[in-house]
């Protein structure tokens, strides 16, 4: 059984920064990939950012590069994302996944969690 529970949303000013927490739960196997989607009203879910299963292998997308820092916390379970410099365009609410292997490329899996909203005001 696979759980996915996302917080840290909220209201943010642009330039300003929040931290996004991604609790999850999986009774098969070891560590896979995970990452971070986010989807804008009225648009379809885009990729954010992704890791690897062991953390060592980051990638992001073009928008989030440079501002955005995904890590993550085996031990713990949990999955971060780091979101600094924010802009209006990062409204949105952000969804954290789970892969179907160890690589980032394994990205999107099936699971999804609930969600979290992200507010960026000018």
């Known amino acids: 059984q696979v759980q996915l529970v996302e917080s840290g949303g909220g209201l943010a000013q642009a330039g300003g920064s929040v931290m996004l927490t991604c609790d999850f739960s999986?009774?098969?196997?070891?560590?896979?990939?995970m990452g971070w989607f986010r989807q804008a009203p009225e648009q379809r879910r885009v990729y954010v950012a992704r890791?690897?299963?062991?953390?060592?292998?980051?990638e992001y997308s073009p928008s989030a590069e440079g501002r955005f820092t995904i890590t993550r916390n085996n031990v713990d379970k949990r999955l971060y994302l780091k979101m600094t410099n924010l802009k209006p365009e990062d409204t949105a609410v952000y969804y954290c996944?789970?892969?179907?292997?160890?690589?980032?490329?394994?990205?999107?899996?099936?699971?999804w969690g609930q969600g979290t909203q992200v507010t960026v005001s000018a």
């Open positions: 996944n789970l892969g179907r292997g160890t690589s980032p490329g394994t990205l999107p899996g099936s699971y």
């Open positions: 999986a009774t098969f196997g070891g560590p896979v990939a």
């Open positions: 890791i690897s299963a062991s953390g060592a292998l980051t």
